[in-house]
């Protein structure tokens, strides 16, 4: 039988964990063939809360589940991780700016990646959902120096799904159908959806759409701002769906991404498209034998340089607070 893969999840009692840790048992990460064991972390005060998601993990009998573990110290909860998934983070609350963000979740990062570079296993995949994800990703990454830096990434699948669902809707065409979306620069309302190099059962989606007044003003806003959307219909935050493309992630990232297609990831920038190096940027990706590779070659016009830069200049504008706050 395979052996077991530990997989540790932080905010394991949160929301989008109670998306997450059902499928992850059921096998929807990392295959039907792959046992395993899950390691969840929480704050002390929600630990209470966590042993019931513990009872029900339990309760689900899955076959693939071969063991839980219940921690409040990153230094035991990431021991022999070979996928971290970083969801637990600091909520943005009322009068709160981002600076005050950043700063709230610095020293969460900054433990999380020191217990990582101590104790994971040398494999370890690390896949940040906790806003603001990119540069919290950038925080683990920098207080992880033995971990190769390309192993430290941030979710802006559920964009890249959310965009898809989008172009699926305006053209009555599948969301299959759609190949080659590309996410770039930060999860936030800067991000840049691309459909520049999007075609839609072989024709360029460009053409296919013809309508750029519904990409810059409907589309690409949609996109940007469907989490805001959402809060309003909903009461609360997207959680199913960020727990679901967060499993999309993962299983591309170890398993391989589909031929002919590509996924969006932020991950380090190497300076590809100009975006600065160890930047956490988001790029379009395609994955095989449990490594990804940013698409390279793209032409980049005008109008998509404008908003990349946007974006890119917010993540600059963010590493640098997080440098001056002494957390990378
Ligand atoms: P959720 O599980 O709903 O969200 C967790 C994080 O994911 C938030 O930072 C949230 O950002 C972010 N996120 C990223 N993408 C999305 C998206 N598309 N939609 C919604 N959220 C997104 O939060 P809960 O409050 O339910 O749970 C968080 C848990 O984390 C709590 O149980 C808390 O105790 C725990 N926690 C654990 C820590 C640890 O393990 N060390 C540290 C800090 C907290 P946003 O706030 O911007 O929506």
């Known amino acids: 039988a395979a052996r077991p893969v530990t997989v540790t ?4 009692a949160g ?3 109670y998306g997450l840790l059902f499928r992850i048992a059921s096998g929807a990460m990392l295959g039907a063939d792959t046992p395993v064991r899950l390691r969840l972390l929480e704050i002390p005060a929600a630990v209470g809360s966590l042993e019931g998601v513990a009872m029900e993990l339990e309760d689900g009998a899955f076959p693939l589940l071969s063991s839980i573990d219940i921690s409040d110290d990153p230094w035991v ?3 022999g991780a070979n996928v ?5 983070a600091r909520p943005r609350t009322a009068g709160m700016e981002r600076g005050d963000l950043l700063a709230a979740n610095g020293p969460i990062f900054t433990d999380q ?3 990582i570079n101590a104790s994971a296993a040398a494999d370890v995949k690390v896949l940040v959902v906790g806003n603001p994800a990119n540069t919290n990703a950038f925080i683990a990454m920098s207080n992880a120096p033995d971990v190769p830096a390309e192993r430290f990434t941030a979710l802006t699948r559920l964009d890249h799904n959310r965009a898809i669902a989008q172009l699926a809707k305006k053209t009555g065409v599948a969301g299959t159908d759609f190949r080659r979306v590309a996410i770039w620069g930060n999860h936030s309302a800067t991000q840049y959806p ?3 190099h999007v075609t839609v059962a072989g024709r360029p989606a460009v053409e296919v759409i013809n309508d750029q007044n519904w990409v810059v003003n409907d589309f690409i806003p949609t996109v940007q701002q469907r989490g805001t959307a959402i809060i309003k219909a909903r009461g609360a935050s997207s959680a199913a769906s960020a727990a679901s493309a967060a499993i999309d992630h993962i299983r591309d990232w ?3 991404s589909a031929a002919g297609d590509w996924v969006s990831m932020a991950v380090p920038s190497d300076g590809s498209y100009g975006v600065p190096e160890g930047l956490i940027s988001s790029f379009p990706v395609t994955c095989a034998n449990g490594e990804y590779s940013i698409v390279q070659g793209l032409d980049v016009d005008e109008f998509s340089r404008g908003r990349i830069d946007i974006s890119v200049a917010e993540l600059e504008g963010e590493r640098d607070a997080v440098i001056d706050l002494g957390f990378a």
């Open 77 to 79: 909860g990431f021991d």
């Open 9 to 12: 999840v932080t905010g394991a």
């Open 113 to 115: 990646g020191a217990a």
């Open 15 to 17: 929301q989008i964990a």
């Open 254 to 256: 170890a398993r391989g």
């Open 84 to 88: 971290a998934l970083l969801v637990g």
């Open 194 to 196: 691309d459909i520049s």
